[in-house]
């Protein structure tokens, strides 16, 4: 197995209640000091939001590390385009997006130079990306595409941008951690954050926690992420991933919640080798080289940053979200109800 030192410690001390995490509370002191002197300066008028001519929707998290806000997006996109809308995604790039000006992101841009996921949601989403870390840019650049609603990837804590709606996605199997502020817990902003969204979502089931639960906790909306088949990035195979039941495989991921991913594989009967990567790590063929014919798996976010000359051996994982009906359909009615009422005030 290989993993990250740096990240064993963090998890450790982040979500394993290791006490090495106090070390770091008086960074976290500062860094609570630095969240409030910016919600008082756009409290009082300060510092100024800005509103796009189209309404807004920001998925993000409270938490640093994955919490399947990506397919998240890619859901609440294909929601929107199947009741008639023409959704753009907003990004600020993280991973790569090197310009500092508004870049249209297309399926086949570089991810080194946009970043993975932006190029991800880009070739599975069908609809307009940007990327520009000042997001209100973004935002203009893709009303004059012609879209009329905006979907911001992040930005929960990006306050410039106005918005309508806000969804924030939680972790099942982590939490909110320890419940500290960066950098001693996880935290961006404090849980309290999370009675001001309009919705939180769970990614699988919420994990029993020593710490009280908010009141929009307790009433969020699980989803789960599945997968049904594995692609050759070479794009000569999709294979039932049924069908690997059984056998061994590397599972590689540079992602933010490295064990979601190899547990997912797990589920289905798959042997594990653990390689863990950075957090959006620019990976390359020779990181893939273990010594042995096994194939080598990986999520899709990973794979956009290899290309498709690749050996019959590499494999992705693409993954969707599934929610209850029941659960599902007055979210997007709300959410649709929202939009609607933006645009007839724009």
């Given at each position: 197995m290989s993993t990250s030192p740096v990240y064993n410690w963090i998890h450790r001390a982040w979500y394993d209640g290791a006490p090495s995490g106090w070390l770091l509370l008086p960074l976290s002191g500062l860094y609570w000091f630095v969240l409030s002197t910016r919600k008082f300066l756009y409290t009082c008028g300060v510092m100024k939001t800005c509103r796009a001519a189209v309404p807004v929707i920001v998925v993000g998290n409270l938490t640093a590390g994955g919490t399947g806000k990506t397919p998240t997006v890619l859901w609440l996109v294909k929601e929107l385009q199947s009741r008639g809308f023409k959704p753009g995604i907003v990004s600020r790039g993280y991973g790569g997006s090197k310009s500092n000006s508004s870049m249209r992101v297309e399926s086949d841009t570089d991810p080194a130079i946009a970043g993975d996921e932006p190029v991800l949601l880009a070739r599975r989403s069908g609809c307009p990306v940007v990327v520009d870390p000042d997001r209100v840019r973004a935002a203009a650049m893709l009303v004059e595409d012609g879209v009329d609603v905006i979907v911001a990837d992040d930005g929960l804590q990006h306050h410039r941008l106005a918005r309508d709606y806000e969804i924030c996605v939680i972790d099942g199997s982590r939490g909110l951690g320890n419940r500290r502020l960066l950098p001693s817990g996880p935290l961006?902003?404090?849980?309290?954050?999370?009675?001001?969204?309009?919705?939180?979502?769970?990614?699988?089931?919420?994990?029993?926690?020593?710490?009280?639960?908010?009141?929009?906790?307790?009433?969020?909306?699980?989803?789960?992420?599945?997968?049904?088949?594995?692609?050759?990035?070479?794009?000569?195979?999709?294979?039932?991933?049924?069908?690997?039941?059984?056998?061994?495989?590397?599972?590689?991921?540079?992602?933010?919640?490295?064990?979601?991913?190899?547990?997912?594989?797990?589920?289905?009967?798959?042997?594990?080798?653990?390689?863990?990567?950075?957090?959006?790590?620019?990976?390359?063929?020779?990181?893939?080289?273990?010594?042995?014919?096994?194939?080598?798996?990986?999520?899709?976010?990973?794979?956009?940053?290899?290309?498709?000359?690749?050996?019959?051996?590499?494999?992705?994982?693409?993954?969707?979200?599934?929610?209850?009906?029941?659960?599902?359909?007055?979210?997007?009615?709300?959410?649709?109800?929202?939009?609607?009422?933006?645009?007839?005030?724009?």
């Open positions: 961006r902003e404090s849980a309290e954050r999370l009675e001001s969204v309009e919705q939180v979502l769970v990614n699988g089931a919420l994990r029993g926690s020593e710490y009280e639960l908010t009141t929009a906790e307790q009433n969020a909306i699980s989803f789960e992420l599945v997968a049904s088949e594995a692609c050759r990035l070479n794009g000569s195979l999709a294979r039932p991933i049924e069908r690997f039941a059984g056998t061994t495989v590397h599972a590689v991921a540079a992602i933010g919640n490295p064990r979601r991913f190899f547990d997912l594989l797990r589920s289905h009967d798959i042997q594990v080798i653990e390689h863990v990567f950075a957090d959006h790590a620019a990976l390359a063929p020779r990181d893939l080289e273990f010594g042995d014919d096994f194939n080598v798996f990986m999520t899709e976010k990973d794979a956009v940053k290899l290309g498709r000359h690749t050996k019959d051996k590499l494999w992705y994982v693409p993954v969707e979200l599934t929610m209850e009906p029941v659960l599902a359909a007055p979210l997007i009615e709300q959410i649709e109800s929202r939009v609607r009422a933006g645009q007839r005030a724009a």
